[in-house]
């Protein structure tokens, strides 16, 4: 497919300069964060703002989604000292609101869980008491993995839907059903902690598969939504198909807000964990 040219509404650059000091510091700490690896294109703003999405479980990904740009190489066995390291960072940064999401190991027997709660556990331990939003795999589905994480505690869980069931294609080792299951099995284990999901635009959908995938939200009791625009991060990921305008993700977002959601971050360069703490506000 032929490359479209980036409309007006998507000039946003990345300016390094401005992220020198987050950089620095995870650098010494020798953590990784989504930000980098998926090649965000709000990096420069978060990083300004030192806010940063911890990426664990090490920075390769045992899937092949066709959007993402995060590598697929020779794993590494998780780090044991990784959630102590995130905790001291997260208490050096001062940071408020704390987004932790992972690459998917399917390799692993529970995909990472445990790894993830002792991630969260050792946060709590900090005196000033921040949130906990996880972002998490599908974890093939395992209920017994859902449960370890839900056991943490943390104020929101996310898992992505990502599209519309007609173009799961492009994540050819996940399910939408899966994906669907993953987020009703969450809010019966624990109705207490918010769920989150998120889909980006512009790989080939149209409004009324936009809709009935957000109905499908709605019907596993989805709390939080984010929907952004598709920007291909490498020349190997899938071309945009569109670009969708700022006034239909308005759109979009009252309809959303109209089924229920609780709240709603809708623009072309939203993501999950973009302006992650205003979901609690």
């Known amino acids: 497919?032929?490359?479209?040219?980036?409309?007006?509404?998507?000039?946003?650059?990345?300016?390094?300069?401005?992220?020198?000091?987050?950089?620095?510091?995870?650098?010494?700490?020798?953590?990784?964060?989504?930000?980098?690896?998926?090649?965000?294109?709000?990096?420069?703003?978060?990083?300004?703002?030192?806010?940063?999405?911890?990426?664990?479980?090490?920075?390769?990904?045992?899937?092949?989604?066709?959007?993402?740009?995060?590598?697929?190489?020779?794993?590494?066995?998780?780090?044991?000292?990784?959630?102590?390291?995130?905790?001291a960072c997260v208490k050096q940064m001062g940071l408020k609101h704390v987004v932790i999401t992972s690459v998917t190991r399917d390799d692993l027997s529970d995909g990472g869980a445990a790894h993830f709660a002792k991630t969260v556990l050792e946060i709590k331990k900090l005196e000033n008491n921040p949130s906990i939003e996880l972002l998490i795999p599908d974890f093939k589905g395992q209920k017994h993995s859902l449960k370890t994480i839900v056991k943490s505690k943390p104020d929101i869980i996310g898992h992505n839907i990502e599209t519309i069931p007609r173009l799961y294609s492009l994540r050819p080792e996940a399910s939408y059903k899966t994906s669907l299951e993953v987020l009703e099995n969450l809010k019966r284990t624990d109705k207490t902690i918010y769920t989150k999901s998120a889909l980006l635009l512009g790989l080939g959908e149209n409004k009324d598969e936009v809709l009935d995938t957000l109905k499908d939200l709605k019907k596993v009791r989805c709390d939080f939504l984010a929907l952004g625009q598709y920007l291909q991060p490498t020349l190997n990921n899938v071309a945009v198909a569109e670009y969708i305008r700022p006034e239909q993700f308005l759109n979009y977002k009252n309809e959303a807000l109209n089924l229920g959601f609780k709240h709603v971050e809708s623009n072309p360069y939203v993501r999950s964990s973009y302006n992650a703490a205003n979901y609690l506000s």
């Open 1 to 87: 497919m032929e490359n479209l040219r980036r409309p007006e509404w998507l000039k946003k650059k990345i300016d390094f300069d401005k992220n020198r000091e987050t950089s620095l510091l995870l650098n010494s700490l020798q953590l990784n964060t989504v930000c980098q690896e998926a090649k965000c294109p709000n990096i420069s703003e978060c990083f300004k703002n030192h806010h940063a999405t911890f990426l664990i479980l090490g920075k390769y990904c045992t899937r092949h989604c066709k959007f993402c740009a995060v590598e697929k190489s020779t794993l590494e066995n998780p780090d044991p000292k990784e959630p102590q390291t995130i905790a």
